[in-house]
């Protein structure tokens, strides 16, 4: 992550520059909230640390950061605020409920716990309207086969 961002500041107005995206699967594991998950050892908060620096000034340097966490309540706030565009599915966590709200508002949160299966509450500069709205997700054909 060092070399990632490194590489972004020393390239930083080099128009042939590659752009980075950093993605975090299964983020709780990997920025984990302090109050929530606590942060024991040294190489966790260094790598919370350096994923946050990432965040916040990672887009100046043309690194993106693509997020992805089943709960919000147990991810790094620091990170979490710096996502520019949120999509959420379902969800039924007070906690996490409560950190969207922030984000969409409590008329719009309160429709995340009724999403059906594949619809998803969107907001943010990735989609062009200045209201959370609610897309559905197109089952992939070949994925709907291999169920029955």
Not at 78 to 86: E, F, H, R, Y
Not at 133 to 148: C, G, M, R, Y
């Amino acid at each position: 992550l060092s070399s990632i961002f490194n590489y972004g500041r020393q390239e930083y107005g080099n128009k042939t520059k590659r752009r980075i995206l950093v993605v975090l699967e299964e983020a709780h594991t990997v920025i984990p909230e302090a109050s929530t998950m606590g942060l024991g050892d040294y190489d966790s908060r260094g790598m919370v640390a350096k994923i946050a620096q990432i965040a916040l000034q990672g887009r100046k340097y043309d690194i993106g950061l693509l997020v992805i966490a089943q709960r919000t309540a147990t991810v790094s706030k620091t990170v979490l605020t710096q996502c520019n565009t949120m999509i959420t599915f379902a969800s039924f966590d007070q906690t996490g409920l409560d950190f969207l709200s922030n984000i969409y508002g409590a008329e719009h949160t309160a429709r995340v716990s009724n999403l059906p299966f594949l619809h998803a509450l969107v907001f943010g500069k990735g989609i062009k309207s200045e209201r959370p709205v609610v897309v559905q997700i197109p089952e992939k054909p070949e994925l709907k086969k291999s169920k029955t």
